[in-house]
């Protein structure tokens, strides 16, 4: 491989971005750092560098095991990335999803001038 791989582009290949251009974006918006450093999207990788990313309430802490430039399937991820994001992390996001109070129960419809009133004075006092 001649040229090293995009921060970018990799995050893609190796499918923590949906699409390139919202790993891109992430990579704008600072959502990509190494070392405590935020990363451009032009930053070129290289294996075994460790980056921090935050993917909505996310954040991940994920290892280069090889270079990649083009988008594998989902069972070869693991071939091209070390996830060293500590379990505590993921046992506070599915927290976060199981005490979402905002989800109704499929079927009942929206939420009338009265439940979104209680909804509101639950949320903000």
């Known amino acids: 491989m001649e040229n090293t791989p995009r921060i970018d582009k ?12 919202l790993a ?5 918006c600072g959502h990509v750092r190494m ?19 935050s993917i909505e309430q996310l954040h991940k802490v994920v290892q280069v095991k090889k270079l990649l430039d083009h988008r ?12 060293l994001t500590p379990q505590e992390e993921y046992e506070r996001i599915q927290m976060v999803r199981q005490y979402s109070f905002e989800k109704r129960d499929r ?9 979104r009133r209680e909804i509101e ?4 006092k």
């Open 72 to 83: 594998v399937g989902a069972a070869l991820v693991p071939d091209y990335l070390v996830d």
């Open 107 to 115: 079927g009942i419809g929206r939420p009338t001038k009265r439940d």
């Open 35 to 53: 070392g405590g450093q935020t990363l451009k999207a032009s930053h070129e990788i290289k294996e075994g560098e460790v980056y921090e990313i």
């Open 10 to 21: 990799y995050l893609w290949a190796v499918r923590l971005y949906k699409t390139r251009s």
């Open 24 to 28: 891109t974006e992430a990579c704008r």
């Open 121 to 124: 004075d639950f949320k903000y």
